[in-house]
């Protein structure tokens, strides 16, 4: 069972206290979007075996959303940080590069 | 008002810790930018407690601020006063987002009280109740077994929870249960 | 035979004798004894039978691993079985009763499948019972299960309590052996806060058995001072009877407490779970003993080396006279010498290895005792007992070189570490040939949180056998642990214990090596689940090669104990089959928990009246007073109706819309959610989540509404309030104001949260009472000095009254089709107001209603319901709610979904009523057929039943049902063959049975 620190509130509790919430970063497309756009934005998601982002709430805490930076093998944690933004923290990325040097996910590296 | 009744009516129970429904409490959530002079003016004015930081609570007998998240505050006054506050609230913020909203009847209170507090939360609570890590002062929102409950340590032989109001049936038999004479752990004596 | 020695145990109160059952007969142990030593001092040398032939099965182990000594323990609401008799610790009143057997453990019928012994293989039941196919289910499967198995399940109602504990540490350390000690004393003394656990009642392990001394005195005076010392320490907590079962991610670690298992009387849970946050974890969890594969290895009377020498320390329990030694190691001489010493005869040590054994060799031969280098066992002699062994070269092919009496043999395979915890969660493991076993590769360890390495293993479970290299390597990892956690060890020495000279074990692992078909059809690898060298070669013969497979194809290691003892067995007789190292055969996967723990630990007190949180309104007290028969609407309880005296659940609802349509009802609303929606952007934000136009309502009005997920599908509905300009009240299904707010949140937080809106959930601030009825008008007059009359108070708007002197606010909204007022009070004074509308309704024969009630008559006005109309995959168009759609805006979520080509199917199914043509009741879920068949032969169907009730205000049949077409076939029957063969037809119809212009809510 995961543990994870919530950005919002400063707790580091574990997974029984959150809520998963899919992939971060998504953008939406809505009305003038094109079939393969909205087809992409709702159902294409990313699954990696390794380096991935995550959304999840603080459901049973301060009920805020926020985003994790996670390896799907081992389960490290590389961080936490809050959902108001729209790319990883520099400071998060430069982390996973020097566990995994040239990773990739969706446009970020 | 003299109707109102609380959700089990100050209901008690005697275990190896004491468990009381507090009866009605007075709690207002207040939503807004906690670092702005409006917001802070607010909560303080109408409680009289200084403004808590991260994850804390302060109190004064039935009034205080507890840190609910990075925009909210759950004030609390005495029951008969909610609605003094609230409007003195909203003058205070006139013109100004946030959000005041009375939720004292919304919500449930309990006082445990005892030697053993610490281990009463630990068998419900995934939180470090250990004297080092849980003190007083510090507000706690967390899973309490199935529901999703607000807890603090007014001294270092009690704890308040907060839980919603439908559940405090639920609330009060994890209290009584973990309270049980007998299944005391000892790990925190 | 097997008995008590005058000599006393260790662990033995002899002046407090202890009464127990065993089958029924009265038998008398010590305080201090298990249930397996003292059967083993009354002679139950015979303690079950086998899982498949039935064969006569006695006490091979001493702990955790052990495999045939499975009993059932007490009566009734304390009855559980398959508990081990080894680790179950003996008490006053104690009953136990043996299992799979029939009609008696003595005799048995089902040991006649021991005869057929040459049948019953490897897949036998697989290959046997797969045809003719039905005979599987109605007569193989029931034989089998009369025939096999272990004990069985319980019939009442565990009475005991159980409980949870959250515990945080930085070094948890599983095993209160001499290793787990001095492992807690290193970390423990350079300050990190330890919880150190032994699985049984006493510290120490195996170490006071098997002696030697540390810093110049013997082990168990060590033992006493570390216990001692560490009870001193305030940051190190110390728990006995408390198993490590689990090892997971991120330091997480599951301790299982048996608190009273062994004194059932005294008050408190009789398991505790602890649910461990740990920043290290040591796993000193020492070291299982392995049989040796020789014929008749099963007979009662054959015992692992080890349990015979802590049965005559730990007890004073002797097994036999007479015990025959036979061994691969140096080990198992000290149960020789133990045994020789206590003045029992040993007439021979049967030792596999040519070269013999080392230093304990020589006292052993210095007692006189006989030591035969390269000799084995080629079978057991005997029955129900052993009676003597025949003697042959462990190099040969078995011939019989001599045959000794004896009543005991004790036997030794050599040492496994128990790695269990230390592979839970990843840990990977190196073969280590010099020794003959699997050990944890400390370089490969579990990862945590922080990419750490987050598990460590000290002592004998990292493959260290020798007393003083295990205290050298607890101390370290100990030290280790403290350090990674962030703490400075002390430079202190470790303890200092005498080296031994022993000569290396030999693997063997096959008795004699050249065994031939008949001695390896009695050579049992695994005792609790009958499976023997023979099956474990024919599995490799028949093409199960992955250890995985062979485990499931063969059953080894299966079922309780998980192949404890047979797993390194049979998978070197796997290896040799096919002719590959033992390393590439590798091991099968080791999950949690260690040994079975109680399914009630893990329940903890989530059972009986807190099973579950139960969500009661302001009124539910009243609701259960006053015949209220309950049905959970998410986790709430609702009255589904009131009964009254004499009355079914069918009449009553019929009751209750009778009296709702002609007078005047009460329904408990409360459990509506309610969401204040707070802001400069809160129109805008709305108008995103509703499909309608929301910004546009005015203060003092309501709305209804249709909220969509994302992909367009219909999620809930309910009715908006505006309070002022800034401020809307969204009411939301029961069920859905959870999870509407947290989608409300969900997008301000993660989308929008630029856009100036709070959000607040007050669903419990209100108690919300629907006044309902022709009369619901006059009862709140006779309340109230407000004006709410028709033109003041309207249809669809709201207004703050005061109401039998409480401050309330009354919404003009019906469900029902009639005149109803939605009023919402606190919560705190809800019941007084229920009370005083019941009071002032009397006059008009007020009654209250249920949810059936609320269906029916929602059902007879064609208001659609979520979750009956609604099932994820229907979207408001579906439900010719066109109306309830804003063409004014560019968006809403949803709104790009509903335009994919899919949702504008003109052939989606669509909403209409259906009345049966004989005024029957639809079934529920019912589709309505087509001609034809599809791809797989089935009726082609087009349509399907949503909803469908008896009206007792039309007095038939009504329903409401997706329909191909359906609006455009208004009068069509339709087909809807019912479970039992029947059809019943339906005509199509206007979804709105009643009050179709709305004259009767709109006065």
């Known amino acids: 069972m995961l543990i994870l620190t919530c950005p919002s509130c400063g707790v580091t509790g574990e997974e029984t206290e959150f809520h998963a919430g899919g992939e971060a970063h998504i953008k939406r497309f809505g009305p003038g979007s094109d079939d393969d756009q909205f087809h992409s934005y709702l159902f294409a998601k990313e699954n990696p075996k390794g380096v991935h982002f995550e959304r999840w709430r603080h459901n049973n805490g301060c009920g805020k959303w926020f985003h994790a930076a996670r390896d799907t093998m081992t389960l490290e944690v590389f961080g936490t940080y809050p959902a108001q933004t729209l790319e990883p923290p520099k400071q998060i990325r430069d982390k996973i590069t020097a566990k995994h040097p040239g990773w990739k996910w969706r446009e970020f590296s | 008002m003299s109707d109102a009744v609380s959700a089990l009516n100050g209901a008690t129970y005697n275990g190896f810790v004491t468990v009381t429904e507090l009866g009605l409490r007075g709690m207002i959530t207040l939503r807004g930018d906690l670092s702005s002079a409006g917001v802070k003016n607010a909560a303080i004015g109408v409680t009289g407690v200084d403004m808590p930081g991260q994850r804390q609570v302060h109190t004064v007998k039935e009034s205080g601020l507890a840190w609910m998240s990075p925009d909210e505050l759950l004030v609390m006054t005495p029951y008969a006063e909610v609605g003094d506050k609230l409007a003195q609230i909203d003058k205070l913020l006139k013109g100004k987002h946030y959000l005041a909203v009375n939720v004292s009847d919304a919500r449930a209170m309990f006082r445990i009280e005892g030697a053993g507090v610490r281990e009463v939360m630990a068998k419900l609570c995934p939180v470090d109740m250990a004297p080092d890590a849980f003190t007083p002062g510090v507000f706690r929102r967390t899973r309490m077994a199935q529901i999703p409950a607000a807890i603090w340590m007014p001294s270092d032989d009690a704890v308040q929870i907060i839980c919603f109001r439908s559940v405090a049936d639920y609330a009060f038999g994890l209290l009584k249960d973990a309270a049980e004479p007998g299944s005391e752990v000892g790990l925190f004596a | 035979m097997s008995t008590r020695l005058a000599t006393g145990g260790r662990l033995l109160e002899t002046g407090r004798a202890v009464n127990f059952t065993f089958n029924g007969k009265r038998l008398t142990g010590y305080e201090g004894d298990t249930l397996a030593s003292a059967l083993l001092a009354n002679d139950q040398m015979l303690v079950g039978r086998s899982f498949k032939y039935h064969r006569p099965r006695g006490i091979v182990a001493s702990g955790g691993e052990e495999p045939n000594a499975l009993v059932g323990l007490g009566t009734g609401a304390r009855f559980e079985p398959n508990q081990r008799a080894t680790t179950t610790e003996l008490f006053d009143g104690l009953t136990a009763t043996s299992q799979n057997h029939w009609p008696s453990l003595e005799f048995?019928?089902?040991?006649?499948?021991?005869?057929?012994?040459?049948?019953?293989?490897?897949?036998?039941?697989y290959k046997t019972f797969i045809s003719p196919r039905p005979f599987w289910k109605h007569i193989y499967e029931p034989i089998i299960r009369q025939s096999a198995g272990l004990g069985k399940a319980p019939k009442d109602r565990d009475e005991d309590k159980y409980e949870h504990f959250y515990a945080f540490v930085d070094v948890v350390i599983i095993g209160g052996g001499v290793a787990g000690l001095q492992a807690a004393r290193a970390a423990g003394q350079a300050g990190a806060k330890v919880l150190l656990m032994e699985q049984t009642a006493h510290w120490g392990g195996r170490a006071p058995v098997d002696g030697g001394s540390v810093n110049g005195q013997p082990v168990d005076k060590f033992v006493d001072e570390i216990v001692s010392e560490l009870?001193?320490?305030?940051?190190?907590?110390?728990?006995?009877?408390?198993?490590?079962?689990?090892?997971?991610?991120?330091?997480?670690?599951?301790?299982?407490?048996?608190?009273n298992d062994h004194q059932p009387d005294a008050p408190g849970p009789r398991h505790r779970l602890w649910r461990i946050r740990a920043g290290q974890i040591v796993t000193a969890t020492g070291a299982i003993e392995r049989p040796l594969s020789f014929a008749g290895n099963d007979i009662p009377g054959v015992m692992l080396a080890s349990a015979v020498r802590d049965y005559a320390v730990n007890y004073g329990v002797s097994i036999g006279d007479r015990t025959v030694v036979v061994t691969n190691n140096d080990d198992a001489y000290l149960t020789a010498i133990t045994l020789k010493n206590m003045?029992?005869?040993?007439?021979?040590i049967l030792d596999a290895r040519a070269g013999g054994g080392g230093a304990l060799a020589d006292q052993a031969?210095?007692?006189?005792?006989?030591?035969?280098?390269?000799?084995?066992?080629?079978?057991?002699?005997?029955?129900?007992?052993?009676?003597?062994?025949?003697?042959?070269?462990?190099?040969?092919?078995?011939?019989?070189?001599?045959?000794?009496?004896?009543?005991?043999?004790?036997?030794?395979?050599?040492?496994?570490?128990?790695?269990?915890?230390?592979?839970h969660c990843g840990g990977k493991l190196i073969w280590d040939d010099a020794q003959a076993h699997f050990r944890p590769d400390v370089d490969k360890a579990p990862t945590g949180a922080q990419g750490e390495a987050f598990v460590a293993v000290a002592g004998t479970a990292n493959g260290h056998l020798d007393l003083a290299a295990v205290l050298a390597d607890a101390d370290a990892v100990g030290k280790a642990a403290a350090k990674a956690t962030g703490f400075n060890p002390k430079r202190k020495a470790a303890p200092v214990a005498e080296a031994t000279q022993a000569a290396p074990v030999e693997a063997i692992w096959l008795m004699p090596q050249g065994a031939g078909i008949n001695l390896r059809m009695k050579s049992w690898l695994d005792y609790q689940n009958d499976v023997k060298v023979s099956d474990v070669q024919l599995a490799a013969r028949e093409g199960f090669e992955s250890v995985e497979h062979a485990k499931r194809y063969t059953t080894l290691g299966m079922a309780t104990d998980q192949g404890k003892l047979s797993n390194i067995n049979g998978l070197a007789i796997l290896s040799d089959a096919l002719n590959q190292p033992i390393p590439q055969t590798g091991t099968t996967t080791f999950r949690p928990p260690y040994t079975p723990i109680s399914l009630s630990a893990i329940a903890g007190q989530a059972r009986g009246e807190i099973f579950q949180p139960i969500r009661k309104t302001p009124m539910h007290s009243w609701h259960q007073e006053n015949g209220a028969h309950f049905e959970p609407v998410g986790q709430w309880r609702r009255p589904y109706c009131y009964l009254q005296s004499g009355e079914s659940t069918k009449t009553a609802v019929h009751r209750e819309i009778t009296q709702t349509r002609?007078?005047?009802?009460?329904?408990?609303?409360?459990?509506?959610?309610?969401?204040?929606?707070?802001?400069?952007?809160?129109?805008?934000?709305?108008d995103m989540l509703y499909t309608n136009m929301m910004s546009t309502l005015k203060p003092g009005k309501c709305r209804y509404g249709l909220m969509c997920s994302e992909n367009g599908f219909l999620m809930d509905d309910g009715v908006v309030a505006r309070i002022d300009d800034d401020t809307f009240l969204c009411h939301t299904t029961t069920g859905g104001a959870e999870s509407i707010h947290g989608h409300m949140e969900e997008w301000l937080q993660t989308e929008w949260w630029d856009w100036k809106v709070y959000t607040a959930n007050v669903t419990e601030q209100y108690a919300q009472i629907a006044v309902v009825g022709p009369n619901a008008r006059k009862v709140l007059e006779k309340l109230t000095q407000d004006d709410i009359s028709a033109d003041a108070l309207a249809f669809m708007s709201f207004a703050d009254i005061t109401l039998a002197g409480i401050k309330a606010r009354a919404y003009r909204i019906s469900f029902s089709g009639e005149l109803s007022y939605e009023i919402a009070v606190s919560a705190s004074e809800g019941r007084a107001l229920w009370d005083k509308l019941l009071e002032a309704g009397a006059e008009f024969d007020v009654t209250t209603y249920g949810t059936e009630g609320l269906h029916v008559m929602r059902a007879e006005k064609g208001f659609i319901m979520i979750g009956d109309e609604t099932d994820g995959t229907v979207i408001p168009q579906d439900l010719n709610m066109q109306w309830a759609i804003s063409k004014k805006k560019d968006d809403y979520l949803g709104k790009r979904a509903q335009e994919r080509s899919h949702m504008t199917d003109p052939t989606r199914w669509k909403l209409v009523g259906l009345e049966t043509t004989d005024g029957s009741v639809l079934p529920e879920g019912a589709y309505a057929t087509a001609p034809g068949?599809?791809?797989?032969?089935?009726?082609?169907?087009?349509?399907?039943?949503?909803?469908?009730?008896?009206?007792?205000?039309?007095g038939k049949g009504i329903a409401m049902a997706l329909v191909l077409n359906g609006p455009d076939r208004m009068g069509e029957t339709l087909e809807f063959p019912k479970v039992d063969g029947t059809v019943v037809t339906a005509k199509i119809v206007d979804p709105i049975f009643y009050d179709k212009d709305g004259e009767k809510q709109n006065v």
């Not at chain 3, 009870?231 to 090892?247: F, H, I, P, Q, S």
């Not at chain 3, 797989?936 to 205000?953: A, I, K």
Request: hydrophobic content about 40%; aromatic content about 6%; proline content about 3%.
């Open chain 3, 108 to 125: 048995d019928v089902g040991a006649v499948n021991s005869k057929l012994g040459r049948f019953l293989t490897a897949g036998f039941y």
């Open chain 3, 231 to 259: 009870e001193t320490m305030d940051n190190v907590t110390l728990r006995t009877r408390m198993m490590g079962a689990g090892v997971y991610d991120h330091g997480y670690v599951l301790g299982y407490e048996r608190v």
């Open chain 3, 343 to 348: 003045g029992l005869d040993v007439p021979v």
């Open chain 3, 365 to 423: 031969r210095d007692l006189g005792i006989r030591v035969e280098n390269g000799k084995g066992i080629a079978k057991v002699l005997g029955g129900k007992r052993v009676s003597g062994v025949a003697v042959c070269a462990q190099a040969g092919e078995g011939a019989v070189v001599e045959e000794i009496e004896c009543d005991a043999v004790a036997m030794s395979g050599g040492w496994s570490p128990v790695v269990h915890l230390w592979s």
């Open chain 3, 662 to 686: 002609n007078s005047l009802a009460l329904l408990d609303a409360s459990t509506l959610g309610k969401i204040i929606v707070k802001g400069p952007d809160a129109g805008k934000f709305l």
């Open chain 3, 933 to 954: 068949t599809n791809a797989n032969g089935q009726r082609n169907t087009q349509g399907r039943v949503t909803s469908t009730y008896h009206s007792p205000t039309l």
